[in-house]
């Protein structure tokens, strides 16, 4: 029997992974849109969600109010924190650091839609159930990444430092992390682990970028009305989101070694001309862009 707890796609926290795949789907319809992401509706279609998951902007009309707000402003959000992280990434890459890591990548495809320089290899951790559906779906599309591509199936509660290793990662390489959409699942003391051993995994000139939601945010999260609301995404996110005994990441990392910067997600939103409002805006009025040098 595995340790932790699993899920798959349509379960727990891995329902979360088909909730932003649905916020980039939707991001995807507009004309101004931050990301592009045609296979976020490819997984839409083969998930038996036990909640309606919208794929298109014509669907979220037919919803309640609740739900509509909830996916509207996801779906806002979703575009700002792609194009912000997607920048990153691609900064790194040209600067010449050729090996990437993302864990908790979920339904990211970031692999299949970025335009990689050659000879970078790309690592996603997440469940195993959750990269068996993603790779299925990606599988029977036909499609073919933009970089080496190297799944890593392991918890990241569990001792994933080894199974990276085991998938090939260089820790004398310079390396990219990106921590997007993961750190509020993570209680207190696996969150600081977690940049402990990314800590000691990055050879110098590594990047890392990661979401942070301040624990300012709880009283939000735990109103019956956010819980209602985010009951359109199928979980309660009050009952999976960590905030005991969490500080801002940027102080240990800085202690270890990373030049930190961090910048309010709503600031990054204004700069790429985008209001935040409704369910997600508020939310996010607690969240922060964290990227650091090292
Ligand atoms: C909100 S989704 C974000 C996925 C992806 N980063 C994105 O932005 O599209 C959260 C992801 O974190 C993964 N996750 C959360 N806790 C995890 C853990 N302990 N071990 C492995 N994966 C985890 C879930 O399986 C899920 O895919």
Same mark, same amino acid.
């Given at each position: 029997?595995?340790?932790?707890?699993?899920?798959?796609?349509?379960? *727990?926290? *891995?329902?979360?992974?088909?909730?932003?795949?649905?916020?980039?789907?939707?991001?995807?319809?507009?004309?101004?849109?931050?990301?592009?992401?045609?296979?976020?509706?490819?997984?839409?279609?083969?998930?038996?969600?036990?909640?309606?998951?919208?794929?298109?902007?014509?669907?979220?009309?037919?919803?309640?109010?609740?739900?509509?707000?909830?996916?509207?402003?996801?779906?806002?959000?979703?575009?700002?924190?792609?194009?912000?992280?997607?920048? +990153?990434?691609?900064?790194?890459?040209?600067?010449?650091?050729?090996?990437?890591?993302?864990?908790?990548?979920?339904?990211?495809?970031?692999?299949?839609?970025?335009?990689?320089?050659?000879?970078?290899?790309?690592?996603?951790?997440?469940?195993?159930?959750?990269?068996?559906?993603?790779?299925?779906?990606?599988?029977?599309?036909?499609?073919?990444?933009?970089?080496?591509?190297?799944?890593?199936?392991?918890?990241?509660?569990?001792?994933?430092?080894?199974?990276?290793?085991?998938?090939?990662?260089?820790?004398?390489?310079?390396?990219?992390?990106?921590?997007?959409?993961?750190?509020?699942?993570? %209680?207190?003391?696996?969150?600081?682990?977690? +940049?402990?051993?990314?800590?000691?995994?990055?050879?110098?000139?590594?990047?890392?970028?990661?979401?942070?939601?301040? %624990?300012?945010?709880?009283?939000?999260?735990?109103? %019956?009305?956010?819980?209602?609301?985010?009951?359109?995404?199928?979980?309660?996110?009050?009952?999976?989101?960590?905030?005991?005994?969490?500080?801002?990441?940027?102080?240990?990392?800085?202690?270890?070694?990373?030049?930190?910067?961090?910048?309010?997600?709503?600031?990054?939103?204004?700069?790429?001309?985008?209001?935040?409002? *409704?369910?997600?805006?508020?939310?996010?009025?607690?969240?922060?862009?964290?990227?650091?040098?090292?």
């Amino acid at each position: 029997m595995p340790e932790f707890e699993q899920w798959d796609i349509v379960t *727990g926290v *891995g329902l979360t992974a088909l909730g932003v795949a649905a916020g980039r789907a939707l991001e995807t319809e507009r004309a101004d849109r931050l990301v592009s992401d045609p296979w976020a509706d490819a997984f839409l279609a083969e998930a038996d969600a036990p909640v309606p998951v919208p794929r298109r902007r014509a669907d979220v009309a037919r919803l309640s109010a609740v739900a509509r707000d909830m996916w509207t402003s996801m779906a806002d959000y979703l575009g700002v924190r792609s194009q912000f992280f997607d920048r +990153f990434l691609m900064t790194a890459a040209v600067g010449g650091i050729t090996q990437v890591v993302v864990p908790a990548a979920g339904l990211d495809a970031r692999a299949f839609r970025l335009e990689w320089p050659p000879g970078v290899e790309l690592f996603e951790i997440d469940q195993a159930r959750v990269l068996e559906f993603k790779d299925g779906v990606l599988d029977r599309l036909g499609t073919r990444p933009r970089c080496g591509r190297h799944l890593v199936p392991v918890d990241l509660r569990d001792d994933w430092p080894a199974a990276l290793r085991d998938a090939g990662f260089d820790p004398g390489r310079a390396t990219a992390w990106l921590a997007e959409g993961l750190l509020p699942f993570l %209680p207190a003391a696996a969150e600081r682990l977690f +940049f402990d051993r990314i800590s000691r995994l990055s050879a110098p000139g590594s990047r890392l970028a990661a979401e942070h939601l301040a %624990p300012s945010v709880r009283p939000l999260v735990e109103d %019956p009305a956010f819980r209602a609301a985010t009951r359109a995404l199928g979980v309660d996110l009050a009952d999976l989101w960590h905030f005991d005994g969490k500080a801002d990441p940027g102080g240990a990392l800085t202690a270890d070694g990373w030049d930190v910067r961090s910048v309010p997600a709503h600031q990054v939103a204004a700069a790429y001309r985008r209001e935040l409002h *409704g369910v997600m805006g508020r939310t996010v009025e607690h969240s922060r862009f964290l990227t650091a040098e090292r």
